[in-house]
C-alpha cells in the first residue's frame, strides 16, 4: 500500500500562459516518488517553487505533443539528470561518460505517443545537450502511426538513452494494460479524441488490506496465549490458526486509489473501459460559457454554441467534464486546461473566485447534486485518501 497519494498542480493554463497560470504539468506523489503528467514550459520553475523535489521525479507521462504540454521537457531533463551544455561533434567532451550503460542510476521514464522520443532525442541533439544520467522514452503507438518496428526519429540514439524503449501497441479494446505495473501500482493508458493524437493515463492501486477492527481478534489471542503480533498477520488479510483450532480470517482487502489523469480532450469515451469507479478524475475544461459572470462574453453566445467552439477545437467544457465524470461514476473531479480568461488567483480576488465558482457549478450540474468539484489553482495540493 502506497502510504500518501498527493497530487501537485504545477500548470493549469491552456493554450497561454498567464499572470497567474502556467502551462500544464501535475506531480503525483507516491511516497517517495515523483512521477509527472506533462510537462509544460516553465514546468521546472514550478517544481522549485513547489514542495515536489526534482531529484524525486522519476516518470514522466505525456499526454501529447502540444507545446503546452510537452516545451519544459527537455530543460527539466537537462536539470533532473545534470545536463551540460555540449560541444560540436568530433570535439572530445571530457564531461561525457557513458551515461547510458551506467548501472548506478535509475533511468528517468518517459511515456508519450508516437513522436515523443524523436522530439527529446532532436532536443538534445541539436542543443548539444549531454545528459549526465541516463533516459528511455517508451511510445504508446495508435492504430495510424507506423509500425512499432519503426522508431520515430531517424536520429541515432542520444549518449544518454537507453535502447530498452518500447513502442507500446494497442490491445484488442483499444486501450493499453498496465505499461507500467509495480507490486503497489499498475498504470494502464488509453487514446482520448482531441485534435492530435492524445492519451489518458490510469493509476491504479492494488487492493489495500481491509479495516482492521481488534476487537474481533483480541480475545481469542488471549484466550489461546497467542502472541499480539498475530494481528499484523491478520491485518494482511491472511487466515490464522490459533492452538485451540479456532481458525481467524483478517479482514478483507479493499480496493485500492484509482487516479484517471486526461490530457486535452472533447470526448474520452475509449478510456471508459479502464475508469470506472475512479477515485479522482482530472478532466480538463478549457472554454465556458458564463453570462452573468464573465463581462466579455458575447451576445451571440450560447451554452451551445461555446460547446461547439470548445468541440471544434479539441477541447470541453466544465459541463462535459461534469457528464464524463457521471458516466464513469467518480468520486471526485478535478478541472484544469483552463483558458486564459480565467484566472488562478487565491479567494482575495473577487472576480476570480466568481468565475471558479461559476465554472464549478456548471460541472456540479451534470456530476450530480453533492458530488465534488475542484478547479485546480497552480501550486495546488489535493490528498487521495483510501477508502473506508
Ligand atoms: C509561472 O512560472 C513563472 C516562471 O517560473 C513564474 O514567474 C510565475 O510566477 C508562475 N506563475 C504562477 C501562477 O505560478
Ligand atoms: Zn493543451
Ligand atoms: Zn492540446
Given at each position: 500500500?502506497?502510504?500518501?497519494?498527493?497530487?501537485?498542480?504545477?500548470?493549469?493554463?491552456?493554450?497561454?500562459?498567464?499572470?497567474?497560470?502556467?502551462?500544464?504539468?501535475?506531480?503525483?506523489?507516491?511516497d517517495g516518488h515523483?512521477?509527472?503528467?506533462?510537462?509544460?514550459?516553465?514546468?521546472?520553475?514550478?517544481?522549485?517553487?513547489?514542495?515536489?523535489?526534482?531529484?524525486?521525479?522519476?516518470?514522466?507521462?505525456?499526454t501529447?505533443t502540444?507545446?503546452?504540454?510537452?516545451?519544459?521537457?527537455?530543460?527539466?531533463?537537462?536539470?533532473?539528470?545534470?545536463?551540460?551544455?555540449?560541444m560540436?561533434?568530433g570535439?572530445?567532451?571530457?564531461?561525457?561518460?557513458?551515461?547510458?550503460?551506467?548501472?548506478?542510476?535509475?533511468?528517468i521514464?518517459?511515456?508519450?505517443?508516437?513522436?515523443?522520443?524523436?522530439?527529446?532525442?532532436?532536443?538534445?541533439?541539436y542543443?548539444?545537450?549531454?545528459?549526465?544520467?541516463?533516459?528511455?522514452?517508451?511510445?504508446?503507438?495508435?492504430?495510424?502511426?507506423?509500425?512499432?518496428?519503426?522508431?520515430s526519429?531517424?536520429?541515432?540514439?542520444?549518449?544518454?538513452?537507453?535502447?530498452?524503449?518500447?513502442n507500446?501497441?494497442q490491445?484488442?479494446d483499444?486501450?493499453?494494460?498496465?505499461?507500467?505495473?509495480?507490486?503497489?501500482?499498475?498504470?494502464?493508458?488509453?487514446?482520448?479524441?482531441?485534435?492530435?493524437?492524445?492519451?489518458g493515463y490510469?493509476v491504479?492501486?492494488?487492493?489495500i488490506?481491509?479495516?482492521?477492527?481488534?476487537s474481533m481478534?483480541?480475545?481469542?489471542?488471549k484466550?489461546?496465549?497467542?502472541?499480539?503480533s498475530?494481528?499484523?498477520q491478520?491485518?494482511?488479510?491472511?487466515?490464522?490458526q490459533?492452538?485451540?483450532?479456532?481458525?481467524?480470517q483478517g479482514?478483507e482487502?479493499?480496493?485500492?486509489?484509482?487516479?484517471?489523469?486526461?490530457?486535452?480532450?472533447?470526448?474520452?469515451?475509449?478510456?471508459?473501459?479502464?475508469?470506472d469507479d475512479?477515485?479522482?478524475?482530472?478532466?480538463?475544461?478549457?472554454?465556458a460559457?458564463?453570462?452573468?459572470?464573465?463581462p466579455?462574453?458575447?451576445?451571440?453566445?450560447?451554452?451551445?454554441?461555446?460547446?461547439?467552439c470548445?468541440?471544434s477545437?479539441?477541447?470541453?467544457?466544465?459541463?462535459?467534464?461534469g457528464?464524463?465524470?457521471?458516466?464513469?461514476?467518480?468520486?471526485?473531479?478535478?478541472?484544469?486546461?483552463?483558458?486564459?480568461r480565467?484566472?488562478?488567483?487565491?479567494d482575495?480576488?473577487?472576480?476570480?473566485?466568481?468565475?471558479?465558482?461559476?465554472?464549478?457549478?456548471?460541472?456540479?450540474?451534470?456530476f450530480?447534486?453533492?458530488?465534488?468539484?475542484?478547479?485546480?489553482?497552480?501550486l495546488?495540493?489535493?490528498?487521495?485518501?483510501?477508502?473506508?
Amino acid at each position: 500500500m502506497v502510504a500518501t497519494i498527493a497530487i501537485t498542480f504545477l500548470g493549469t493554463a491552456s493554450a497561454q500562459p498567464s499572470s497567474t497560470r502556467n502551462h500544464s504539468s501535475l506531480a503525483l506523489r507516491l511516497d517517495g516518488h515523483v512521477w509527472l503528467f506533462d510537462c509544460g514550459e516553465a514546468t521546472q520553475h514550478q517544481v522549485q517553487k513547489s514542495n515536489v523535489k526534482m531529484g524525486k521525479i522519476q516518470k514522466i507521462f505525456i499526454t501529447h505533443t502540444h507545446g503546452d504540454h510537452i516545451f519544459g521537457l527537455l530543460p527539466l531533463l537537462a536539470s533532473r539528470l545534470n545536463g551540460a551544455g555540449g560541444m560540436v561533434e568530433g570535439v572530445e567532451d571530457p564531461r561525457i561518460q557513458n551515461t547510458a550503460s551506467s548501472s548506478i542510476i535509475e533511468p528517468i521514464e518517459i511515456f508519450g505517443p508516437y513522436g515523443t522520443r524523436a522530439y527529446v532525442r532532436s532536443g538534445l541533439k541539436y542543443t548539444y545537450t549531454n545528459l549526465g544520467g541516463p533516459y528511455v522514452v517508451h511510445e504508446l503507438r495508435m492504430t495510424n502511426d507506423p509500425p512499432p518496428s519503426e522508431d520515430s526519429s531517424t536520429l541515432s540514439l542520444d549518449h544518454a538513452e537507453l535502447l530498452t524503449g518500447r513502442n507500446i501497441v494497442q490491445q484488442a479494446d483499444g486501450t493499453w494494460r498496465d505499461i507500467f505495473a509495480s507490486d503497489m501500482l499498475t498504470v494502464s493508458a488509453a487514446p482520448i479524441h482531441h485534435s492530435v493524437p492524445c492519451v489518458g493515463y490510469v493509476v491504479h492501486e492494488r487492493p489495500i488490506p481491509g479495516k482492521m477492527n481488534p476487537s474481533m481478534y483480541v480475545p481469542h489471542l488471549k484466550r489461546t496465549g497467542t502472541p499480539m503480533s498475530v494481528l499484523r498477520q491478520l491485518q494482511r488479510g491472511e487466515t490464522v490458526q490459533l492452538s485451540d483450532g479456532t481458525v481467524l480470517q483478517g479482514p478483507e482487502r479493499r480496493p485500492g486509489r484509482k487516479i484517471v489523469i486526461l490530457g486535452d480532450t472533447y470526448d474520452p469515451s475509449p478510456i471508459v473501459p479502464l475508469a470506472d469507479d475512479t477515485d479522482l478524475l482530472v478532466h480538463e475544461a478549457t472554454n465556458a460559457h458564463l453570462p452573468s459572470v464573465d463581462p466579455d462574453t458575447k451576445a451571440s453566445d450560447t451554452y451551445k454554441s461555446v460547446e461547439e467552439c470548445a468541440k471544434s477545437r479539441g477541447h470541453s467544457t466544465p459541463q462535459m467534464a461534469g457528464a464524463f465524470a457521471k458516466r464513469i461514476a467518480a468520486r471526485r473531479l478535478v478541472l484544469n486546461h483552463f483558458s486564459a480568461r480565467y484566472a488562478g488567483d487565491d479567494d482575495s480576488n473577487e472576480k476570480a473566485k466568481k468565475v471558479m465558482n461559476a465554472l464549478r457549478c456548471l460541472a456540479e450540474e451534470m456530476f450530480g447534486e453533492g458530488k465534488e468539484v475542484i478547479c485546480a489553482r497552480d501550486l495546488m495540493t489535493l490528498n487521495v485518501e483510501p477508502r473506508e
